[in-house]
């Protein structure tokens, strides 16, 4: 069928006579990167038809389940990048240790780090996953990328973006230059422009949070959750609606589509994590591009791509997406940040918490 909507190829090609400084290199790298997610969303729409779905009996450097569709979709975005010449190192999530392009390869100027498949728990269940990326520069261009190379702030980041595997499959994309989205055409095989300059309202009625945490939560999230749940009763003066899909890239979508606020903070359940989302492979990808929208992205005391990541696998409390009530969850914490540290770690504080912001 023809179309007059942008390829992902020329849209690239376009943003680079818009935007000189975008490099050729990095334009193509996007398009192997939108290649690897074409491949995985083929895979997940055949499902237990090709006998992807359910766990492969391994346990991940993250501590978690692997799925089949987790491994498989590993390997995809290794196997569609490492030939290109673009890279000089990518890093997983899946991965212990940074994968290093072999020699039989040319190696590149930049540096990619993925998570392969997003929301692995609701693959099985036909819900919504995803795939994230983002694109750092290589310190040491055409050299094997070290581990430490990898550590940069989101700051750094040249472009990122992600690939939801819904009811139809759409990559969100950010170069620095706006967000985008383009959905995948499965007649012709390739991502369509379907929304551009994707920007984020500044308020919302609508937050998402996994509330099964609720007594592990900080005192500054228990209120602003409070809050919301008090509706026009409360302090807020309207009622909220909440969604929780348990798909970091689901929430992403919703929020660039509808506007809203994501909340995945750091809590006290496993006091040796300091989130539960990977800031390299989640938190800097999506804070790129939400900022990109005009939203904001935070830890509740710090811009997300200002945190310079000390590991790999490192996990950070995520929170983001309308500017007003991010702003609003940072002041929480800044007026909570005072208390009694030993009460606040306290798994019951949250609940308490409620009770006295009610007052
Ligand atoms: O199961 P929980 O605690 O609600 O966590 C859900 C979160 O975990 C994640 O699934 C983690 O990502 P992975 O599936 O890549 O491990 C996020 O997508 C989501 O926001
Ligand atoms: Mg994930
Ligand atoms: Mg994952």
Redesign the pocket.
């Given at each position: 069928m023809p179309t007059e909507r942008s390829t992902l190829t020329q849209f690239l090609a376009e943003e680079r006579r818009r935007h000189p400084g975008l490099c050729a290199d990095l334009s193509s790298l996007i398009v192997d990167v939108a290649l690897a997610c074409k491949a995985i969303s083929h895979r997940i729409t055949t499902g237990a038809l090709t006998g992807v779905l359910g766990g492969n009996d391994v346990v991940n450097v993250?501590g978690?389940q692997q799925q089949k569709l987790?491994v498989l979709a590993n390997d995809i975005f290794l196997r569609t990048n490492e030939g290109g010449g673009k890279l000089a190192g990518m890093a997983s999530?899946e991965l212990d240790t940074p994968y290093a392009i072999p020699s039989r390869h040319p190696r590149g100027q930049y540096l990619l780090t993925f998570?392969p498949?997003?929301?692995?728990?609701?693959i099985d269940v036909n819900v919504s996953?995803g795939s994230i990326f983002s694109i750092l520069r290589a310190p040491v261009p055409g050299a094997h990328a070290q581990p430490d190379d990898f550590l940069q702030p989101g700051t750094e980041q040249v472009a990122g973006g992600y690939a939801i595997y819904g009811p139809s499959t759409v990559l969100v994309l950010t170069v620095g230059t706006g967000v985008h989205a383009f959905t995948l055409d499965p007649s012709v095989g390739e991502f369509l422009l379907t929304r551009q300059d994707i920007k984020l309202p500044a308020s919302t009625a609508e937050f998402a949070i996994?509330t099964?945490?609720r007594r592990f939560w900080q005192p500054a999230v228990a209120r602003y959750v409070d809050e919301c749940l008090a509706g026009t009763s409360g302090p807020r003066q309207k009622d909220f609606n909440m969604r929780?899909?348990?798909?970091?890239?689901?929430?992403t979508h919703r929020i660039l589509t509808r506007g809203g606020v994501f909340l995945?903070p750091r809590d006290s359940k496993d006091p040796a994590k300091e989130g539960?989302?990977?800031l390299l492979?989640?938190a800097n990808p999506i804070a790129f591009l939400i900022e990109q929208a005009g939203g904001k992205a935070s830890t509740g005391h710090e811009r997300v791509l200002d945190v310079r990541p000390a590991q790999l696998h490192q996990r950070i409390g995520f929170i983001f997406g309308a500017r007003e009530e991010v702003e609003r969850i940072e002041r929480y914490h800044a007026e909570h940040s005072g208390g009694d540290a030993e009460e606040q770690s306290h798994p019951l504080y949250g609940f308490r918490g409620l009770y006295r912001s009610a007052s």
């Open positions: 993250q978690e987790d999530e998570d498949l997003d929301g692995s728990s609701n996953v996994n099964s945490n929780w899909v348990a798909s970091l890239v689901a929430e995945y539960r989302l990977r492979y989640e």
